[in-house]
C-alpha cells in the first residue's frame, strides 16, 4: 500500500481532502529506519509522523530512572508526535522500530501553511489530532484508573451514574 492510501485511511485524515493529502505527502519527508533504530527528531522541528508502511511496527519508550519501558505498539496507519505539535513542548516518548519502518513526517509549518491556504482542511486535521489525543488520553485514564483499583489505593463508593 503506498502513502496517500494509508493516510486516507488513517483517521487524522478523516474528512480532509485528497488534494490536502497530496500536498501534505508532497512537503513531507519519508522516513525510512532499521528494526532497533530509534526514530530521531530535531528538537527546532515539530512535526507528526505517520506509519505507512505495510507491516511497520514500533514501540512507545518512555524512560524512568534510567530504565525505558514500553508503553505502545504501533502498527501501519498509527501516528506519533501528535502531543508534541499541538502543545509545542518536547517530545514525551522515543520510539523505537521494532521492524523495517517508513513514516511520513509532517512538519508544523506545512500545516501553518495549509492553515493560511485552507482553513477548513487544517481544521479539520486540527480536530481529528485531538480526538486522537483524547482517544488515547481514555485509554490511559482506563488503564491508571484499573492499576489504581486492583491495587486497592482508591476508596470505594457507591456509583453516582450508570
Not at 32 to 46: H, P, T
Not at 115 to 121: A, I
Request: with cysteine; charged share 25%; aromatic share 8%.
Amino acid at each position: 500500500m503506498d502513502a496517500f492510501n494509508t493516510l486516507r485511511e488513517m483517521s487524522i485524515f478523516s474528512g480532509v481532502a485528497d488534494a490536502t493529502i497530496h500536498q501534505l505527502i508532497k512537503q513531507g519527508e519519508v522516513v525510512s529506519i532499521k528494526a532497533g533504530e530509534i526514530f530521531s527528531f530535531a528538537k527546532e522541528v515539530l512535526q507528526i509522523q505517520c506509519f505507512w508502511w505495510s507491516r511497520a511496527r514500533a514501540a512507545v519508550i518512555k524512560s524512568w530512572r534510567g530504565r525505558g519501558y514500553v508503553l505502545k505498539e504501533f502498527g501501519p496507519g498509527d501516528v506519533f508526535g501528535e502531543m508534541a505539535l499541538l502543545d509545542l513542548r518536547p517530545r514525551s516518548a522515543a520510539i523505537r522500530a521494532l521492524s523495517d519502518c517508513q513514516a511520513l513526517a509532517v512538519k508544523r509549518a506545512s500545516l501553518e501553511e495549509l492553515q493560511g491556504e485552507n482553513l477548513p482542511e487544517y481544521t479539520a486535521i486540527q480536530i481529528n489530532l485531538g480526538r486522537e489525543v483524547c482517544r488515547r488520553l481514555r485509554e490511559t485514564d482506563k488503564l491508571l484508573f484499573q492499576n489504581l483499583a486492583e491495587s486497592k489505593k482508591l476508596p470505594k463508593q457507591e456509583p453516582t451514574f450508570g
